[in-house]
Structures are given as structure tokens and as C-alpha cells.
């Protein structure tokens, strides 16, 4: 089965401009979580969507937002870029039983703001 | 913040040899996972151990989990050159807060050589 999907691959965007990231998870799986990763920071968690509502959010400022669709597609928004907003953004799926099963990852979108 | 110390940050071997890297982390577990990545790219899940088990395998991975000692190892053996990554425990923890996220190590970065 396709696995998961994130669009574009490589982004290039000016400070104060606003981006948009898709990820489209496995099939089945309702649940899409986000990560940013950076050198000086690790993987971080950003926020977790199940069945279009935001269950999880972790410690980011409200420029960073995001939804998820009906069919499990998620996005994520991130508003007025920092120079610091430069990183590589990770979403992940998984099955409603991700104690036994863990998590899918994309490819990832690198984030470049200049 | 991160929830695990990965030990040790880097690592060089030759090809044939085998690598051990350590993980600990700070709260209780539904599961740790090990992830690769190479080159900044997207996580490949190697593998995923519940809580309650205590060792587990896949092809040349062995995974083992010390839920007393908070602490877990991968061993690879005989290391490829395309073995060559950055290799990352997560922890799936059990608080009520902790939908869709996993707590990451900061990650060894292995380098095998020919």
C-alpha cells in the first residue's frame, strides 16, 4: 500500500511570509501527527489530528496551526516565517492501535525561509 | 525538550562489525520504536517493542528493552555501508497527553566504511 505522502518536497519562502504543507497519511489510518526537526532542536512534536480535531498540541506558538480533512488528509500553516521556522517538517500516521503498531513517516518537507 | 539520551552520539565502524547504541528515557511506555534517517530525509521504522516485552528481532536488528532501568539498545550486526544513518528512539508514552506524539531522542549517527 502507498505510503505516506507529504507535498512539496522542498520549499523556499521570504520572512513574513505565510507556507502551507500537506500530508496525505496510509489508508485507514486516522491519525496524523507533525514534527519539526531542526539541528539545534531534535524532532519536536507540533500537533496530533484524529478524525479532524486536534487532540495533541506540543509547545509551538500560534503560528503554527493546522487542520485535518475529511478523507485523513492533513495540513499544517505556519504564518508570518521566522528565519527560525527553517527545518525539515515530518508528519506521521498511524492505525487506531498505535501501541502495537507504531507510526508511518513521510519524506518530509524542507522548510527553507530566507 | 527531549525525552531520551541516546548513547553514544556518534559512531564509526567498519563493515562486517557490529554497532550497539543505547537509549534511555524518563517515563512510562506504552512502546519504543527505533527509526533510521538518512541525510536529513524522512524516518524509516525499524522496529517497535512493546512494554512488555523484553527483547525483540528483525533480520540483523535486535532490540532490548529494560522497563526497570528506563533504557533500551539496538544492536545491528554485521554492519552495511548502507547501514550508514542516523538512528533514533522514540518513546510512545502512557500519559493521557500523549496522543500522537512520540518523545524522540536527540539520535547516534552511525557511520560504516568499506
Known amino acids: 500500500k502507498a505510503g505516506v505522502t507529504q507535498t512539496p518536497r522542498y520549499l523556499i519562502k521570504t520572512r513574513g511570509q505565510q507556507v502551507t504543507l500537506s500530508c496525505s497519511p496510509i489508508?485507514?489510518?486516522?491519525?496524523v501527527s507533525w514534527y519539526q526537526q531542526t539541528p539545534g532542536q531534535g524532532l519536536q512534536f507540533l500537533f496530533e489530528?484524529?478524525?479532524?480535531?486536534?487532540?495533541n498540541k506540543g509547545n509551538f506558538p500560534g503560528r503554527f496551526s493546522g487542520r485535518q480533512f475529511s478523507n485523513s488528509r492533513s495540513e499544517m500553516n505556519v504564518s508570518t516565517l521566522e528565519l527560525g521556522d527553517s527545518a525539515l517538517y515530518l508528519c506521521?500516521?498511524?492505525?487506531?492501535?498505535?501501541?502495537?503498531?507504531?507510526?508511518?513517516f513521510g519524506s518530509g518537507t524542507r522548510l527553507t525561509v530566507v | 525538550s527531549q525525552q531520551g539520551e541516546e548513547d553514544p552520539q556518534a559512531l564509526s565502524i567498519q563493515e562486517g562489525e557490529n554497532a550497539t547504541m543505547n537509549c534511555s528515557y524518563k517515563?512510562?511506555?506504552?512502546?519504543l520504536q527505533w527509526y533510521r534517517q538518512n541525510s536529513g530525509r524522512g524516518l524509516v521504522h525499524l522496529i517497535l517493542i512493546r512494554s512488555n516485552e523484553r527483547e525483540k528481532h528483525s533480520g540483523r536488528l535486535r532490540v532490548t528493552l529494560d522497563t526497570s532501568k528506563k533504557s533500551s539498545s539496538l544492536l545491528i550486526t554485521a554492519s552495511r555501508a548502507a547501514d550508514t544513518a542516523s538512528y533514533f528512539c522514540a518513546t510512545d508514552a502512557v500519559a493521557t497527553d500523549s496522543w500522537g506524539k512520540l518523545q524522540f531522542g536527540a539520535g547516534t549517527q552511525v557511520v560504516v566504511t568499506p
Open positions: 506521521a500516521s498511524s492505525p487506531t492501535d498505535r501501541v502495537n503498531y507504531g507510526y508511518t
Open positions: 517515563t512510562s511506555i506504552n512502546n
Open positions: 489508508s485507514g489510518h486516522r491519525s
Open positions: 489530528y484524529f478524525s479532524e480535531t486536534q487532540r
